[in-house]
């Protein structure tokens, strides 16, 4: 016995059987970095819980700011100290750019990404579609 649906009833149906996540449109807001400037070093007060935020390693993103800056950092008392002056818009400039590069899958657009090193060579997979791209080492 052959059932006949239209396309359109088969999508709705197909559509009502997806979990209810995937079709959420909620927003990936990052948190701002937060700091100031004392003397000749800028201090961010905020720069681990913004790693914990888009779930890298702290490490890995203070590489990418040390590069991008141009400058030697360091981590007191939980804040991390970059050695010149920076303003807040240049810092999340770069925060922007690193989640462009290192988080936001480049397929779905979603950020539930992780950093798997294989070899030599990191990659970047999407827990969400299953895409994977190489992305650039930071030395």
């Known amino acids: 016995m052959a059932f006949k ?4 009833e088969l999508l709705k149906r197909a559509v ?3 979990p209810k996540d995937v079709l959420e449109k909620k927003r990936f807001e990052v948190p701002k970095v937060t700091g100031m400037v ?17 779930s ?26 970059f050695i010149g002056k920076f303003s ?7 925060l922007n750019k690193y ?8 397929e779905c657009k979603k950020p539930d990404t992780k950093l798997i090193k294989e070899d030599r060579v990191t990659f970047l997979k999407c827990s969400a579609c299953g895409a994977r791209r190489a992305v ?3 030395k």
């Open 5 to 8: 649906y239209t396309y359109d």
């Open 16 to 18: 009502s059987k997806l």
């Open 38 to 54: 004392e003397g000749n070093k800028t201090i961010v007060t905020n720069f681990i819980q913004i790693a914990d935020f888009i």
């Open 56 to 81: 890298r390693p702290t490490e890995h993103l203070l590489k990418f700011f040390a590069n991008e800056l141009g400058t030697s950092n360091m981590i007191e008392n939980k804040r991390v100290v």
């Open 88 to 94: 807040s818009s240049l810092l999340n400039t770069k």
């Open 99 to 106: 989640i462009e590069e290192f988080v936001i899958c480049p």
């Open 136 to 138: 650039r080492s930071i």
